[in-house]
């Protein structure tokens, strides 16, 4: 009798922890996908909690898709909290081969992110791996999370990624300066050239343990433009003008015009730049009727331009662009609202931009599309989170003294750019 109930205890273990069906799976998947399309998050929470369970690499798949075919930021990071924090072995296993070998780039990125926030060991090993790959979103999640966990195996490759990106054409970028910021925090030390990280390397590397207490502050091993003392890092910029109707108080626009000029004026003839100045239009506090319910809007709302740019595309500092971008500039008058998410999504996609630089003096002043109510800083914030999130852009802003220096302060340090208030 005892033997018979310890087999039939057994059978019920075994079938309590057999793996999932492909059909509970996929039916499951599918209740997930129903959640997300309708932003019913608070059952997308609970049915994600209930796909983790299963050790099986459908569910990898289902949290990648999950995370990069909806536009809101709020899939994007329950799918990465619970690859990060949730996964069962085969689960995990599954997670380490995308992070390598995801066709798609955002899901690649993804399963990046997601182990560069796990601590296993095949995470770690994927993380350095990634700082191999071809794509610079990816090698800056991999860059900043390989210096934040002081990873000593990630320092041959990050001295290999170095002399990569310090023979690149396009100049100094804001990769090379993550992976410099990188080194330093795992080793404590920094070099001018490959050639003496090599060196370095080769003499330290074997048994090397990064050294313990504060870490120290990166130098600066080019001469840079600076624009209100915010360095220029990269030679590919895109400066982001506020030139809302607020931005007549004080002179606070033509300030921002005198300082530019000198600025563009500084710039080497290598870089490429582009101004983009931004308002808002509104009609009785709300957008005006006929603006999209989703996508960028467009240049011109009943028939008012509220962004404009002094070119098509970056253009080589060389002296005539830098005449035209002078007089473009100069034309520049205090208008409208602040479409500030709005302005960022057109710098977001200029071809091979590298930073962003955002210059306001208040708070957004946009709206939700559907509805028509003022969205809270908190949601522009998360707005801007998901139109960043596959292109990895650092934005760095300037606060020109109003009252939004609180919303610039948050927008620099989502995207790892710094935040200088001006009063």
């Given at each position: 009798?005892?033997?018979?109930?310890?087999?039939?205890?057994?059978?019920?273990?075994?079938?309590?922890?057999?793996?999932?069906?492909?059909?509970?799976?996929?039916?499951?998947?599918?209740?997930?996908?129903?959640?997300?399309?309708?932003?019913?998050?608070?059952?997308?929470?609970?049915?994600?909690?209930?796909?983790?369970?299963?050790?099986?690499?459908?569910?990898?798949?289902?949290?990648?898709?999950?995370?990069?075919?909806?536009?809101?930021?709020?899939?994007?990071?329950?799918?990465?909290?619970?690859?990060?924090?949730?996964?069962?072995?085969?689960?995990?296993?599954?997670?380490?081969?995308?992070?390598?070998?995801?066709?798609?780039?955002?899901?690649?990125?993804?399963?990046?992110?997601?182990?560069?926030?796990?601590?296993?060991?095949?995470?770690?090993?994927?993380?350095?791996?990634?700082?191999?790959?071809?794509?610079?979103?990816?090698?800056?999640?991999?860059?900043?999370?390989?210096?934040?966990?002081?990873?000593?195996?990630?320092?041959?490759?990050?001295?290999?990624?170095?002399?990569?990106?310090?023979?690149?054409?396009?100049?100094?970028?804001?990769?090379?300066?993550?992976?410099?910021?990188?080194?330093?925090?795992?080793?404590?030390?920094?070099?001018?050239?490959?050639?003496?990280?090599?060196?370095?390397?080769?003499?330290?590397?074997?048994?090397?343990?990064?050294?313990?207490?504060?870490?120290?502050?990166?130098?600066?091993?080019?001469?840079?433009?600076?624009?209100?003392?915010?360095?220029?890092?990269?030679?590919?910029?895109?400066?982001?003008?506020?030139?809302?109707?607020?931005?007549?108080?004080?002179?606070?626009?033509?300030?921002?015009?005198?300082?530019?000029?000198?600025?563009?004026?500084?710039?080497?003839?290598?870089?490429?730049?582009?101004?983009?100045?931004?308002?808002?239009?509104?009609?009785?506090?709300?957008?005006?009727?006929?603006?999209?319910?989703?996508?960028?809007?467009?240049?011109?709302?009943?028939?008012?331009?509220?962004?404009?740019?002094?070119?098509?595309?970056?253009?080589?500092?060389?002296?005539?662009?830098?005449e035209r971008a002078t007089k473009w500039l100069a034309q520049l008058k205090p208008w409208g609202?602040?479409?500030?998410?709005?302005?960022?999504?057109?710098?977001?996609?200029?071809?091979?931009?590298?930073?962003?630089?955002?210059?306001s003096d208040g708070r957004p002043e946009e709206y939700h599309r559907v509805t028509g109510k003022m969205l809270s800083e908190a949601?522009?914030?998360?707005?801007?989170?998901?139109?960043?999130?596959?292109?990895?852009?650092?934005?760095?802003?300037?606060?020109?003294?109003?009252?939004?220096?609180?919303?610039?302060?948050?927008?620099?340090?989502?995207?790892?750019?710094?935040?200088?208030?001006?009063?």
């Open positions: 009798m005892q033997a018979r109930a310890a087999s039939l205890l057994c059978c019920l273990l075994a079938c309590l922890c057999a793996p999932a069906s492909a059909g509970s799976l996929s039916s499951l998947g599918r209740e997930i996908e129903r959640a997300a399309e309708e932003g019913q998050d608070r059952e997308l929470r609970r049915l994600v909690g209930e796909l983790v369970k299963h050790d099986d690499e459908d569910v990898v798949d289902v949290l990648l898709e999950l995370g990069t075919e909806h536009p809101r930021d709020y899939p994007y990071r329950l799918a990465r909290y619970h690859l990060a924090k949730s996964l069962q072995p085969a689960a995990l296993a599954k997670l380490h081969e995308e992070a390598r070998e995801a066709r798609k780039l955002p899901e690649r990125l993804l399963a990046v992110d997601a182990c560069a926030a796990r601590s296993d060991a095949g995470s770690t090993r994927a993380l350095v791996a990634a700082l191999g790959d071809d794509e610079e979103p990816i090698l800056r999640i991999a860059a900043r999370a390989a210096g934040a966990r002081r990873l000593v195996p990630a320092v041959a490759p990050l001295i290999e990624l170095y002399a990569r990106l310090s023979e690149d054409e396009r100049g100094p970028s804001v990769l090379e300066r993550d992976v410099q910021a990188a080194l330093l925090a795992i080793t404590g030390e920094q070099f001018r050239s490959a050639i003496e990280w090599r060196s370095f390397w080769a003499a330290r590397g074997e048994g090397f343990v990064p050294p313990s207490g504060e870490r120290k502050e990166l130098r600066a091993t080019r001469i840079r433009p600076r624009f209100f003392g915010s360095e220029v890092i990269s030679n590919r910029v895109v400066f982001v003008i506020d030139v809302s109707g607020s931005m007549r108080y004080s002179d606070r626009l033509e300030r921002v015009k005198v300082q530019l000029r000198k600025l563009i004026d500084e710039l080497p003839e290598e870089a490429r730049f582009q101004l983009i100045a931004y308002s808002g239009v509104t009609v009785g506090g709300r957008l005006p009727p006929g603006a999209p319910r989703e996508g960028p809007l467009p240049e011109k709302i009943d028939g008012k331009r509220w962004i404009a740019s002094s070119s098509r595309a970056l253009r080589r500092a060389r002296e005539r662009n830098k609202s602040t479409f500030t998410s709005e302005a960022l999504l057109h710098a977001f996609e200029v071809k091979d931009v590298d930073q962003v630089v955002l210059l949601a522009v914030l998360r707005r801007v989170a998901s139109m960043n999130r596959f292109r990895q852009l650092r934005v760095d802003t300037i606060g020109l003294g109003g009252r939004g220096d609180a919303f610039l302060k948050a927008v620099a340090k989502l995207t790892g750019g710094t935040f200088v208030p001006i009063q």
